[in-house]
């Protein structure tokens, strides 16, 4: 059987691609992140990651920014 680690996305390094597992949220930040079309399994690649400015990913080609308290939340694989 095979064992995935889960870890918040604020902890991956700039340049790693991973796959959404879930979102520790409330109703609307799921919300809110599924019409981003942040969903379960959805691959992205972290684009920058540094310890001040914003958190940078690229989803399906498009560039999004996000704040340091939601990256927290979101949990992938």
């Known amino acids: 059987m095979e064992t995935t680690i889960t870890r ?10 991973v796959s959404i597992v879930g979102i520790d949220g409330g109703r609307n930040l799921r919300s ?3 019409t981003m079309g942040l969903l379960p399994k959805t691959r992205i690649k972290v684009v920058r990651n540094g310890k ?3 958190f940078v990913i690229n989803v399906k080609n ?16």
């Open 32 to 34: 809110r992140l599924t």
């Open 8 to 17: 918040p996305l604020s902890q991956v390094e700039e340049g790693e691609t």
């Open 62 to 77: 498009s560039k999004m920014a996000l704040g340091r308290g939601v990256v927290d939340k979101i949990m992938v694989s």
């Open 52 to 54: 001040s400015g914003p």
